[in-house]
């Protein structure tokens, strides 16, 4: 990168001169928590998981599996045409999906390296809004398959079995919500 002219070096080093380093007032600090509180009542709306939902991550653990044994069982008990690609982000793998072994390659889902739970574990941000799965889980992998259609519901429950437990509401949902509307072939 180049050097900066003088005249914004200037500008710069002026801009720094003024910058406040006191203590806030009390009138600024109760404005900045009713903003705050107004802000956490504004992004309700955008809720569509609850903080309470995933306090305890216990209950989401369920049954563990690695990635390498998700896989296998992928393959060998499904038999999906599938493999493993670097993600960009560490720690991830995509999931590379060819619908009769000679199609091209589609991106299945994206899914953690190694042990994975049961149920996915999320983030939030102070206001409670979902940022993230801080660790995604095969259930998830297995919803994302379903939904674009390189697995169907009826071969995911032979294999797996039904998702059971006090975590697993939201993957029920969902494949309740499949079936119904039908909305990747034959669920039954």
């Given at each position: 990168?180049?050097?900066?002219s003088p005249e ?80 960009p982000l560490p ?43 801080r660790f995604r ?52």
């Amino acid at each position: 990168m180049g050097k900066d002219s003088p005249e914004l070096e200037a500008a710069v080093n002026e801009y720094a001169k003024h910058r406040y380093e006191g203590k806030s007032s009390t009138e600024t600090e109760e404005k900045l928590a009713e903003l705050k509180e107004e802000n956490s009542q504004m992004v309700k709306e955008y809720q569509w998981l609850h903080p309470s939902e995933y306090a305890d991550a216990g209950p989401r653990m369920g049954r563990i599996l690695h990635s390498s044994k998700l896989i296998t069982i992928l393959r060998k008990q499904l038999g999906l045409h599938c493999w493993y690609t670097t993600h960009p982000l560490p720690g991830r793998l995509t999931l590379l999906v060819s619908r009769n072994g000679s199609q091209p390659r589609e991106v299945g889902c994206w899914l953690m390296g190694g042990f994975q739970p049961e149920y996915s574990v999320m983030g939030f941000d102070d206001h409670g809004v979902p940022t993230s799965e801080r660790f995604r889980c095969w259930r998830t992998v297995l919803m994302q398959l379903a939904l674009k259609g390189f697995l169907l519901e009826k071969d995911i429950r032979r294999i797996f079995g039904p998702a059971r437990g006090p975590a697993q509401s939201r993957y029920n949902d969902f494949m309740f919500c499949m079936r119904t509307n039908n909305l990747r072939g034959d669920y039954a």
